[in-house]
Nanobody, 118 residues
Framework: QVQLVESGGGLVQAGGSLRLSCAASGSIFQINRMGWYRQAPGKQRELVATITTGSSTNYSDSVKGRFTISRDNAKNTIYLQMNSLKPEDTAVYYC????????????WGQGTQVTVSS
Protein backbone atom coordinates (compact mmCIF):
# COMPACT_ATOMS: atom_id res chain seq x y z
CA GLN A 1 0.00 0.00 0.00
CA VAL A 2 1.05 3.54 -0.74
CA GLN A 3 -0.37 6.59 0.98
CA LEU A 4 -0.33 9.99 -0.69
CA VAL A 5 -1.01 13.21 1.17
CA GLU A 6 -1.44 16.40 -0.83
CA SER A 7 -1.27 19.94 0.45
CA GLY A 8 -0.91 23.48 -0.82
CA GLY A 9 -4.17 24.18 -2.62
CA GLY A 10 -6.17 27.32 -2.12
CA LEU A 11 -7.63 30.45 -3.66
CA VAL A 12 -5.45 32.75 -5.71
CA GLN A 13 -6.01 35.57 -8.17
CA ALA A 14 -5.24 35.15 -11.85
CA GLY A 15 -1.54 35.65 -12.47
CA GLY A 16 -0.64 34.38 -9.01
CA SER A 17 1.27 31.33 -7.88
CA LEU A 18 0.74 28.27 -5.73
CA ARG A 19 2.89 25.29 -4.83
CA LEU A 20 1.36 21.87 -4.28
CA SER A 21 3.08 19.09 -2.34
CA CYS A 22 2.46 15.35 -2.32
CA ALA A 23 4.16 13.20 0.29
CA ALA A 24 4.31 9.45 -0.30
CA SER A 25 4.64 6.76 2.35
CA GLY A 26 4.27 3.01 2.63
CA SER A 27 5.50 0.57 -0.02
CA ILE A 28 7.02 3.25 -2.19
CA PHE A 29 9.90 1.10 -3.44
CA GLN A 30 7.72 -0.11 -6.32
CA ILE A 31 6.83 3.41 -7.43
CA ASN A 32 8.77 4.70 -10.43
CA ARG A 33 6.64 7.61 -11.54
CA MET A 34 4.53 10.22 -9.75
CA GLY A 35 2.48 13.01 -11.11
CA TRP A 36 -0.31 15.52 -10.86
CA TYR A 37 -3.70 15.29 -12.50
CA ARG A 38 -6.64 17.63 -12.26
CA GLN A 39 -10.37 17.49 -12.63
CA ALA A 40 -12.56 20.50 -13.19
CA PRO A 41 -16.32 20.38 -12.59
CA GLY A 42 -18.08 18.51 -15.37
CA LYS A 43 -14.81 17.46 -17.00
CA GLN A 44 -12.69 14.35 -17.07
CA ARG A 45 -9.56 14.02 -15.01
CA GLU A 46 -6.54 15.09 -17.07
CA LEU A 47 -2.80 14.85 -16.87
CA VAL A 48 -0.95 17.93 -15.65
CA ALA A 49 2.63 16.71 -15.19
CA THR A 50 4.62 13.62 -14.29
CA ILE A 51 8.11 12.93 -13.02
CA THR A 52 10.00 9.63 -12.91
CA THR A 53 12.45 8.39 -10.33
CA GLY A 54 15.12 9.46 -12.80
CA SER A 55 13.60 12.96 -12.83
CA SER A 56 12.34 12.79 -16.40
CA THR A 57 9.37 15.11 -16.69
CA ASN A 58 6.32 15.40 -18.89
CA TYR A 59 3.80 18.25 -19.07
CA SER A 60 0.48 18.83 -20.70
CA ASP A 61 0.58 21.53 -23.35
CA SER A 62 -1.80 23.69 -21.33
CA VAL A 63 0.69 24.12 -18.46
CA LYS A 64 4.06 24.05 -20.23
CA GLY A 65 6.14 27.07 -19.34
CA ARG A 66 3.94 27.91 -16.34
CA PHE A 67 4.09 24.83 -14.10
CA THR A 68 7.15 22.97 -12.86
CA ILE A 69 7.14 19.52 -11.31
CA SER A 70 10.00 18.49 -9.05
CA ARG A 71 10.85 15.89 -6.43
CA ASP A 72 12.75 15.55 -3.19
CA ASN A 73 13.76 11.92 -2.91
CA ALA A 74 14.91 12.29 0.68
CA LYS A 75 11.39 13.37 1.67
CA ASN A 76 9.54 11.08 -0.79
CA THR A 77 7.72 14.18 -1.92
CA ILE A 78 6.87 15.76 -5.23
CA TYR A 79 5.95 19.36 -5.84
CA LEU A 80 4.05 21.31 -8.45
CA GLN A 81 5.03 24.95 -8.71
CA MET A 82 2.23 26.74 -10.52
CA ASN A 83 2.91 30.23 -11.84
CA SER A 84 0.87 32.60 -14.00
CA LEU A 85 -2.29 30.85 -12.92
CA LYS A 86 -5.42 31.26 -15.02
CA PRO A 87 -9.09 30.79 -14.12
CA GLU A 88 -9.12 27.70 -16.35
CA ASP A 89 -6.58 26.10 -14.00
CA THR A 90 -9.34 25.88 -11.39
CA ALA A 91 -9.80 22.21 -10.48
CA VAL A 92 -9.21 19.57 -7.87
CA TYR A 93 -5.60 18.48 -8.22
CA TYR A 94 -4.76 14.86 -7.52
CA CYS A 95 -1.42 13.25 -6.88
CA UNK A 96 -0.81 9.85 -8.45
CA UNK A 97 1.92 7.31 -7.79
CA UNK A 98 2.43 4.36 -10.12
CA UNK A 99 4.64 1.62 -11.45
CA UNK A 100 4.82 2.17 -15.20
CA UNK A 101 5.38 -1.56 -15.82
CA UNK A 102 2.10 -2.53 -14.18
CA UNK A 103 -1.22 -1.15 -15.38
CA UNK A 104 -2.86 -2.06 -12.09
CA UNK A 105 -0.26 -0.64 -9.69
CA UNK A 106 -1.25 2.94 -8.99
CA UNK A 107 -2.52 5.06 -6.13
CA TRP A 108 -4.34 8.38 -5.90
CA GLY A 109 -4.26 11.05 -3.27
CA GLN A 110 -7.40 12.61 -1.85
CA GLY A 111 -7.11 15.75 -3.96
CA THR A 112 -6.62 19.41 -3.16
CA GLN A 113 -8.74 22.27 -4.48
CA VAL A 114 -7.14 25.03 -6.52
CA THR A 115 -9.34 28.00 -7.35
CA VAL A 116 -8.14 30.85 -9.54
CA SER A 117 -10.29 33.96 -9.54
CA SER A 118 -10.38 36.37 -12.47
Amino acid sequence: QVQLVESGGGLVQAGGSLRLSCAASGSIFQINRMGWYRQAPGKQRELVATITTGSSTNYSDSVKGRFTISRDNAKNTIYLQMNSLKPEDTAVYYCRAENIYSVSYYYWGQGTQVTVSS
